[in-house]
């Protein structure tokens, strides 16, 4: 099994140590949501800068600027040069917001003090099976994230990031012709959908989310010029979801246990033709003793909404549940798989 060797040990790493690493990962996690949350990268910008000047403008204190930027310069976010003076790496390029694939969002978003507080009653969910907002705040994530504007907007903008290269997978790995109008069910400020209509111009959409939502995707449409193509539509996905000839559900069904998955998949299954499709784009759990991430990420929907990453034969009983037949299962270049349902004869 690979082993990513922070400590600056040379030679093989100790079982022992690669533990105590492991055990230490939020040293890297914070340190590289301090920096997103401060906006480091983009003062670096293309430039070699004092961690003073970076500190100035930012607001912070100079030497725990630098200490914080020292240490992404171990990780190797930023290089350290002579008299305290910083540039950004190839990897710390994507913590720039002006990146249109930046890491930034995603990086508030894991490092936010919810999502932190969650975490930290991992050992309480995994006896309740409750999940961590439900310990902590008495809600689950999404009943929180109405709750509250700004810790929404984290989510949202996260979201945007996650939706980015994942949307050019599924364009590239799916054939799209025979839909006339899909549904981007859960989609958000409609990143995923607006990649999906780019790629596929005889195609119309629906982006069905919350009402948090709407703002976003309405400025998403306008800076993309697809308005006349696409709608923003405002609803709760276990009550219905709008007609279509298809749904695509990204990183949904993961959030939810069985019972309400299957109450989504159903209404997916009530909103299309016979003929229609329904494509549920997941990370797909390998089999025992295959290392993957997948079974981390798995970790993170037990502890935030108190959802689950599922195995490719826990998705035939969930689709067989809802009324669907499971068609196909395509692959993507990334983490990613469509799993394609049709409505059950």
């Not at 200490?67 to 310069?73: E, I, K, P, Q």
Request: glycine content about 8%; aromatic content about 8%; charged content about 20%.
């Amino acid at each position: 099994m690979p082993y990513n060797n922070v400590l600056g040990i040379e030679g093989d790493v100790p079982p022992q140590l690669q533990l105590y690493e492991m055990i230490c990962g939020k040293w890297v996690s914070q340190t590289i949501f301090a920096a997103a949350e401060l906006g480091i990268a983009d003062q670096l910008g293309d430039a070699t800068r004092s961690a003073d000047k970076v500190a100035q403008a930012v607001g912070a204190q100079a030497d725990a600027t630098y200490r914080l930027m020292r240490a992404l310069g171990s990780l190797g976010v930023l290089e350290e040069h002579d008299n305290r003076r910083f540039s950004l790496t190839e990897i710390g390029q994507f913590l720039r917001s002006d990146n249109h694939a930046s890491m930034r969002p995603y990086a508030r978003f894991i490092g936010y003090e919810s999502n932190w507080r969650a975490w930290e009653v991992l050992d309480e969910t995994v006896r309740t099976g409750k999940s961590g907002y439900e310990i902590v705040y008495g809600m689950n994530l999404f009943e929180y994230l109405s709750n509250h504007p700004q810790a929404a907007k984290i989510f949202n903008e996260a979201m945007v990031t996650t939706n980015h290269s994942a949307a050019v997978q599924v364009a590239n790995a799916y054939d799209f012709s025979e839909i006339q109008t899909l549904v981007d069910v859960g989609g958000g400020q409609g990143a995923l959908l607006a990649a999906l209509l780019d790629a596929n111009p005889g195609m119309r959409g629906i982006i069905y989310d919350m009402e948090h939502a709407a703002e976003g995707a309405h400025q998403l449409l306008a800076e993309r010029d697809l308005g006349q193509r696409c709608e923003f539509a405002s609803g709760d996905f276990f009550k219905d979801v709008p007609q279509a000839d298809g749904c695509i559900l990204k990183y949904i069904i993961h959030d939810w246990d069985n019972e309400h998955a299957i109450r989504i998949l159903r209404n997916c299954v009530d909103a299309i033709p016979a003929s229609g499709k329904v494509l549920v784009v997941e990370r797909i759990v390998p089999p025992p003793g295959q290392s993957d991430a997948s079974k981390l990420v798995d970790i993170e929907m037990l502890a935030l909404p108190g959802g689950i990453e599922r195995t490719i034969d826990e998705f035939q009983e969930l689709f067989e549940q809802a009324s669907l037949q499971l068609t196909q299962v395509v692959p993507t270049e990334g983490f990613y798989s469509i799993i394609e349902g049709a409505p059950a004869s």
